[in-house]
């Protein structure tokens, strides 16, 4: 899909959403970008990505806007952000909200969903056995 010289791609990639995005990306793009995250978490999605290793920043105002935009998106879901470069490095300098990694790369954000998905799938298991083992009653001989 192309939005004024803006383009992206979404597909899947670890089970998540991965938006691919490429070309100049201007302030008034952002909310766009937060309408699909947040269309995202109203399908379930635990975790998304965001890879913006192919965006080009229209001067330092879009990358203090967009690290503005991206720390008040708030999607209560889990957020990846790919960057290099000027991107990486503007991106760098802000607090972002708990949820938020920005990530060097597409293996990165891969390895924080793996993870996540690991403990998150030990949690339950260990429920189901905790719960197992307190409603099992020793068999009478």
Known sequence: MENHGLRFDVRRFCGSPLITLRGNLDTWQFDMLRNLLHSFKWKGYRDVILNFSGVSLTGRESAQTLAEAIRTWRPEMDVHLVAVGDVAKALNRVTFP???HLCSSLDEAAEYICRARRTMDERFLESDT???SATEL????
């Open 98 to 100: 708990f949820r938020t």
């Open 138 to 141: 020793p068999m009478a001989a």
């Open 130 to 132: 905790d719960r197992q």
